[in-house]
């Protein structure tokens, strides 16, 4: 097949199975307001989880970072992209989550491919969670290592897989909220389960750092457990963008050494590292206390709200809330009409989600007010009809 044929054969498949996707450009993405041109609607679309994007503290920090370094970094963290401001924010990570230390990367995406590629070789063995994020799962299967994924928040079937032979050593993978369906993970079991295999642990804590646990130290912290790697992002409650991963020292020095994504990438600029300090600040005090709360809030009168018109929740206290459609072009339909009245919701479809559970993915932020959850109600009931 020509290179032409098999992109329109692409491309058509897609388009028949309702799954093309198409991107708008915005005027504002993130907050409580989604914006296009004039118009605007009421947010459930984005991870702006704290309502930090649009935060003047941050715009000013980042403003000042970029005055005093510049808008670039000008190279790998191994040249001449590690600056003051890295240094000083990856010190403030390590110690808020009590780890030897945190290594930055330019997204989240970045820092699981990454982690995976550098440690991995073809004698070890992958153990993942099988909703675990695209990010986790596309690196996994192309490191050289064999990838099998166990039920999803299943650790007895963890603990089965780790328990076959391996020559080398295992990886234990998954996520603390995960991002389609909010759920959380069982971590304490699965941190037992992989110390007694003696594999390492890696958790991508996304979804839940900055919302959960004390001083928004996330689902790790919340559930007494400190994997060998945690993956937090900054892209989520933090506002900005950009990932670090919290590990020991030796584990740190040889991604250092390793990790290609460190060696042959340019850092992420030391405004930016400015200003996430800076969100760290806000979400460490009270004011993050303030909204974690407000969250937690929002999320309460939704789930309520929502039982009580008698749609179909899943299990999910996070600000993820999911209600699944099932059919990909019901899904569809009815974002359409949430939109015609105000709300703008996304519909989620495989291959982002398994076969016939299209859904409606509704979050939540602290930038929300009780009448927009109100609102976001009303609307549903509407649809529904
Ligand atoms: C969003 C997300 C990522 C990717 O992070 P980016 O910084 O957006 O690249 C990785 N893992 C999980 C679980 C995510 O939800």
């Not at 974690?292 to 929002?298: I, K, P």
């Amino acid at each position: 097949m020509s290179w032409q044929a098999r992109i329109e054969a692409a491309l058509a498949q897609r388009l028949a199975s309702d799954t093309f996707r198409r991107r708008r450009p915005l005027s504002q993405g993130a907050g409580r307001w989604l914006a296009q041109g004039e118009r605007r609607w009421l947010n459930f679309s984005s991870n702006d989880y704290l309502g930090l994007s649009q935060h003047p503290q941050l715009i000013a920090a980042w403003q000042e970072g970029a005055v005093r370094y510049g808008v670039g970094s000008g190279g790998s963290g191994h040249v001449t992209g590690y600056s003051e401001a890295h240094e000083q924010f990856e010190q403030q990570l390590a110690d808020w989550l009590g780890y030897p230390r945190a290594l930055l990367f330019i997204s989240g995406f970045a820092a699981n491919q990454a982690v995976i590629a550098a440690l991995m070789t073809d004698a070890d063995r992958i153990v993942a969670d099988r909703l675990s994020h695209a990010s986790l799962l596309e690196a996994a299967s192309h490191s050289p290592a064999q990838l099998r994924r166990f039920v999803h928040n299943d650790t007895a079937h963890l603990t089965q897989l780790l328990a076959r032979p391996v020559s080398g050593q295992q990886l234990a993978v998954t996520e603390g909220v995960f991002s389609m369906d909010g759920d959380g993970a069982p971590l304490a079991a699965i941190a037992d389960a992989a110390r007694g295999a003696e594999a390492y642990l890696l958790v991508d804590d996304a979804h839940g750092i900055g919302v959960s646990g004390e001083e928004g130290r996330g689902s790790c912290w919340q559930q007494g457990i400190k994997p060998d790697l945690l993956v937090v992002t900054f892209g989520k409650a933090f506002g900005v963008s950009g990932a670090a991963v919290l590990c020991s020292d030796a584990l740190a020095d040889y991604l250092l050494q390793y990790a290609r994504h460190l060696i042959y990438s340019t850092s992420m600029p030391p405004a930016q590292a400015v200003a996430l300090s800076r969100a760290l600040a806000l979400i460490r005090g009270d004011e993050g206390e303030a909204r974690r709360r407000a969250l937690r809030q929002h999320i309460a009168r939704f789930r309520d709200g929502a039982s009580q018109l008698g749609l179909k929740l899943t299990g999910s206290e996070s600000a993820i809330q999911p209600l699944i459609v099932g059919d990909n072009g019901r899904a569809l339909a009815l974002a359409e009409q949430l939109r015609a009245r105000g709300c703008w919701l996304t519909a989620i479809r495989p291959p982002t989600v398994p076969a016939g559970t299209a859904r409606l993915r509704i979050t939540l932020t602290s930038a929300h007010e009780a009448q927009d959850i109100d609102r976001l109600l009303e609307v549903l009931h509407a649809a529904g009809e």
